[in-house]
């Protein structure tokens, strides 16, 4: 994980975040074809990484990028590729974690026709289509 950012508030509690990923593909220059495979590895792990959740209660992670990386002195002998991708979630518990009442009627009215003194004139929501307001 390079980066863990705030993300836009939902009303839970929780901690809204943003995590970005970097993974780093390596392939050894004497392997044969080693532009050809480590292409389809890039291809093949970007595929995988879009959409994926891990497992984990979370949004499906967005791919970002792949770049050849620059190689280091240690890493000349390999063809490196880097794959940037993130994934936004929630951390802590929920305040709406299902307890406390779960509404059996829902209700709907519209402006000006709202409250108390009005609830009388208020459309049960069902399968059907909502009135004109």
Known sequence: MIALEPDTDVGTEQLAVRTRWE???????????????????VAAV????????????????????????????EKRAYEEWRVEF?????????VWAGEGIIPQ???????????VDHEPEYTEVTDATLPNG
């Open 46 to 73: 970007s595929k995988w990484l879009h959409g994926n959740r891990f497992g984990l209660p979370v949004h499906p992670a967005e791919f970002f990028g792949a770049y050849p990386d620059e190689w280091s002195q």
């Open 105 to 115: 009627t829902v209700l709907v009215s519209y402006t000006p026709r709202v409250g």
């Open 23 to 41: 993974l780093h593909l390596l392939m050894h220059v004497k392997d044969a074809d080693v532009n050809i495979e480590i292409g389809a590895l």
């Open 86 to 94: 993130e994934v936004r979630g929630y951390l802590g518990e929920s």
